[in-house]
């Protein structure tokens, strides 16, 4: 027993699993998983060592890690409606960079993607990630009001004649056209990649439109709303084998030999657990009460004078511009947090606060979902957050970086000693109970 062998680690997990229980979750990148996933996790597939794809093993002893890998990908196949799928990439970054290493040629071609501060991600051209060291990019912004300029963008990759534009993001409430981002990849004669890590679940339930007529290679994570593991897909399109027969081969020995070795067999066959789940009417029911429960929460919040990136939210997530309210991001995530609400800081459109210290916070609705949320209680929850945010605002972040330490410090102090907040997070840990984790 993990409890007598390795106690210090036990007592963790403990912790652990009472804090997910007591608390709600709203960072939109964080889902629970059934228990059959957990279950499959933690499987004997760990101890196994399947270098190579399906039925191209480099070592023995494959016969069931095989059929684990087929059925995963010929269920992603069928789920999302493509013609390859390749299951093994470690995570997101990875699967993306496999995806940019098959397509590109380092230090000569160009990615053109949303900028980091916009909403974009990390291996989108971030400077500060490989993306931005290895290729030429290209970040397009968003507007003002935080949406997406179409006609500004076609207009910038007229200009730059990227190989690959990214369509997909991080923090972005709204529908995303794809088709006209087709239209302007064509239009080019650029790739279109699309990146759907934060709305898969969404999209394979019919809560979201799909890349697949308009996209030539498309990634996600297996977490978030498609509520699996952690883990990524790479899939091709056929419209992306019209463009390249080769796709499918050159993206299978980017990842394989070329980024990593033998897959996560355990982690594989997980993936093929959630994309079971996902491919079932309660599914398609859960992505729509997500979308339906952002809608009901952005609602609320604009009632009690937030401001919301966009002006609100088309899918599972919102960006909450706290300016307004004289407080930012990281004092508001702090805050929050003791309240038993856990989301996270972000910055919003044109930020003119420092990035670890930004404007807003982002929070989503997915694990919320999955606990058994619906309307009503994000009427319950958005009330629950102005109230700490009433407690704590006028906080003004000093100029004087030097100051900033021991402010946060006296800060977290204040929080940690309040009253309502104490009391708010006795009325969330009382109403979790009432929303099981599964």
């Excluded at 191209?56 to 995963?72: F, M, S, T, V």
């Excluded at 993306?96 to 040629?105: C, D, E, Q, S």
């Excluded at 759907?196 to 977490?223: D, K, R």
């Excluded at 204040?414 to 907040?421: A, F, G, L, S």
């Amino acid at each position: 027993m993990l409890s007598q062998k390795d106690p210090e680690v036990y007592a963790l997990l403990q912790k652990e699993d009472k804090r997910q229980r007591d608390t709600l979750t709203l960072i939109p990148s964080e889902n629970y998983t059934s228990l059959e996933v957990r279950a499959t996790l933690s499987s004997v597939l760990t101890n196994k060592y399947s270098e190579g794809y399906a039925k191209k093993r480099y070592y023995q002893g494959n016969a069931n890690a095989d059929g684990i890998e087929i059925l995963a990908i010929e269920r992603a196949k069928k789920l999302f409606g493509v013609a390859h799928v390749n299951v093994q990439p470690y995570s997101g970054s990875p699967a993306n960079t496999a995806l940019y290493f098959a397509l590109l040629t380092p230090l000569k071609d160009k990615i053109m993607g949303l900028a980091l501060s916009s909403g974009g991600h990390l291996t989108h051209g971030s400077p500060v990630s490989f993306s931005g060291k290895y290729f030429k990019t290209v970040s397009f912004p968003v507007t003002k009001n935080g949406t997406l300029d179409y006609d500004a963008i076609e207009k910038l990759a007229l200009k730059e004649k990227p190989q690959i534009i990214v369509c997909g993001f991080t923090a972005y409430p709204q529908i995303i056209d794809f088709e006209r981002f087709g239209k302007i990849a064509d239009k080019v004669g650029a790739y279109l990649h699309a990146d759907i890590s934060h709305i898969a679940g969404l999209i394979a339930g019919g809560a979201h439109p799909s890349p697949v007529p308009y996209a030539h290679t498309i990634m996600t994570t297996t977490h978030k709303t498609l509520r699996g593991p952690r883990g990524a897909i790479l899939m091709v399109t056929e419209k992306g084998i019209q463009k390249d027969p080769e796709l499918p081969a050159k993206i299978d020995k980017a990842v394989f030999p070329g980024l990593q070795g033998g897959p996560h067999d355990n982690q594989t066959a997980a993936i093929a657990v959630a994309l079971h789940e996902a491919d079932t009417a309660e599914f398609k029911k859960y992505a729509k009460q997500i979308v339906a429960n952002s809608k009901a929460l952005a609602k609320e919040l604009l009632k009690l004078g937030f401001l919301l990136t966009t002006g609100g939210s088309e899918n599972h997530l919102l960006v909450v511009d706290l300016s307004n309210k004289g407080v930012n991001g990281a004092l508001a995530a702090y805050a929050l947090e003791q309240a038993g609400i856990i989301t996270n800081k972000n910055t919003v459109p044109y930020d003119k606060m420092p990035p670890f210290y930004p404007s807003g916070i982002r929070i989503g609705t997915p694990a919320a979902t999955t606990r058994g949320m619906r309307e009503k209680d994000m009427i319950v929850l958005a009330h629950w957050m102005n109230d700490v945010i009433e407690e704590i605002k006028g906080n003004s972040l000093p100029d004087v970086k030097e100051e900033r330490s021991p402010f946060f410090k006296e800060f977290r102090k204040k929080v940690d000693e309040n009253k309502r907040i104490k009391q708010i997070a006795l009325e969330v840990k009382k109403a979790m109970h009432n929303f099981p984790m599964p």
